[in-house]
């Protein structure tokens, strides 16, 4: 599978990447929003984990616009902090909302079935 993952901090985002890697997924990372934003738009990805708070923009942007291309993509937003408001727009569009930090085998069990079915929530 091909996983996106989008954080601005750059220790978390090496872990991910190293963690969805040794997993055996092919893996695209990004740091900033529109670099993000510009791949999703033109290529095909299976699973995106997204930071919540990306400098001035929001990861539950970058969801919005890959669920309006590929409906059945799994998406995890990821946040520092529980906010139940956040959560609820994440449910909304169709993605898990996890709080970091998130340990790798919680993240990677949860992926095990991403390709039959979604995340539960």
Known sequence: MRVMIVDDD??????????????GNEVVAFNRFEP???YLAHEQ???????VR?????GLQLVMLGKLERPEMTAI?????????????????GASFRIKPIPSEQLLNG????????LDR
């Not at 750059?10 to 997993?23: A, K, N, R």
């Not at 990306?54 to 929001?58: D, F, I, T």
């Not at 992926?111 to 979604?118: K, Y």
């Open 36 to 38: 993000a934003k510009r």
């Open 45 to 51: 990805v299976d699973i995106l984990v997204t930071d």
């Open 111 to 118: 992926l095990d079935s991403a390709g039959t079915q979604r």
């Open 54 to 58: 990306l400098g001035a923009y929001n």
């Open 77 to 93: 937003v990821l946040s520092g902090f529980e906010d139940p408001v956040l959560r609820n727009e994440a449910t909304n569009i």
């Open 10 to 23: 750059e220790t978390l985002l090496q872990s991910m990447h190293d963690w969805f890697v040794s997993s």
